[in-house]
């Protein structure tokens, strides 16, 4: 994997391992400051599905650090293409059925490294 799709990834890592947090850790405190579209009321009653998106939000982390520790270069790269196009297919939905902000903050960026890989 080249230098630029290594700093895609893990740029893009750090952007889910970031959602995990306000997830999982900070649904009910800095969260609301984020996921304004939220009513107040919504975030204690939503904490656990919350909390659940998080999770998920991590694996994609996990999946996208691992990528970067792998030695063989086509299945390092062959891991990170399958992490950034469940980052991009989630980031897509997320556009379509929560807010449109969400296509800039993971659907672009995946679509990027996923470019940068093929290209």
Partial sequence: M????????GFIAIIHLYILWLEMFAWTTRAKKVFKTIP???FEKTKVMAANQGLYNGFLAAGLIWSLFISDAIWSENVALFFLICV???????AMTASKRILFVQAIPAALGI???IL
Avoid: K, R
């Fill in 40 to 42: 107040e009321d919504q």
């Fill in 88 to 94: 991009l297919v989630a980031g897509i939905y997320g």
């Fill in 2 to 9: 080249n230098i630029i799709s290594q700093i895609i990834v």
């Fill in 115 to 117: 470019l940068s890989l």
